[in-house]
T-cell receptor, first 112, second 114 residues
Framework: QKEVEQDPGPLSVPEGAIVSLNCTYS??????FMWYRQYSRKGPELLMY????GNKEDGRFTAQVDKSSKYISLFIRDSQPSDSATYLC????????????FGTGTKLQVIP | DGGITQSPKYLFRKEGQNVTLSCEQN?????MYWYRQDPGQGLRLIYY???????QKGDIAEGYSVSREKKESFPLTVTSAQKNPTAFYLC?????????????FGPGTRLTVL
């Protein structure tokens, strides 16, 4: 079993839809939870991160962490064609050097 | 502009050849990383370096080697011992490694073995 599981998609939605992307994990030591966006043939870029449980909002993006269920989500409101990309969840522990463990990524396509 | 550069963007290698992928950063970051990305596998850590002249193996270091002689540079050599080197290689850097330290990624090098 992988430490981080993510549905690869592809996920296709119409412009303006609310998108929900999810990851599950098995390592209870994870404390930092990140979402990266990767456009085709480019390097990933950090969208947002949260520490421990709770919600975090940044514009049209909301990240949620439920540590009791070992489940994290990224919601995108009013999705735009420019949101079409692969979204990678990533997690790490805290204290000293902590390896970042990445999900496999979910490919999202927003149809105009 | 500060950032991370990787070269070349595309690289073709014959079986049995060693190749070196370049990674340079001007962000004044202490830590640098090499990842490999394959379809359906996510990013896997090859090597990382927290400081100049020091580096550690990641999860899939076999068949790879690195050096960190300068803070700005972290080249990766893919040796002939790497059994399946065709992949997308990503270099990253971060200010530090303790707590949360955002990793900034380069644009990647796509290596194809012919």
């Amino acid at each position: 079993q992988k430490e981080v599981e993510q549905d690869p998609g592809p996920l296709s939605v119409p412009e303006g839809a609310i998108v929900s992307l999810n990851c599950t994990y098995s390592n209870s030591a994870f404390q930092y939870f990140m979402w990266y966006r990767q456009y085709s043939r480019k390097g990933p870029e950090l969208l947002m991160y949260t520490y421990s449980s709770g919600n975090k909002e940044d514009g049209r993006f909301t990240a949620q962490v439920d540590k009791s269920s070992k489940y994290i989500s990224l919601f995108i409101r009013d999705s735009q064609p420019s949101d079409s990309a692969t979204y990678l969840c990533a997690m790490s522990g805290s204290g000293g050097y902590q390896k970042v463990t990445f999900g496999t990524g979910t490919k999202l396509q927003v149809i105009p | 502009d500060g950032g991370i550069t990787q070269s070349p963007k595309y690289l073709f290698r014959k079986e049995g050849q060693n190749v070196t992928l370049s990674c340079e950063q001007n962000l004044n970051h202490d830590a640098m990383y090499w990842y490999r990305q394959d379809p359906g596998q996510g990013l896997r850590l090859i090597y990382y370096s927290q400081i100049v002249n020091d580096f550690q193996k990641g999860d899939i270091a076999e068949g790879y080697s690195v050096s960190r002689e300068k803070k700005e540079s972290f080249p990766l050599t893919v040796t002939s011992a790497q059994k399946n080197p065709t992949a997308f290689y990503l270099c990253a850097s971060s200010k530090g490694t303790g707590g949360f330290s955002e990793q900034f990624f380069g644009p990647g090098t796509r290596l194809t073995v012919l």
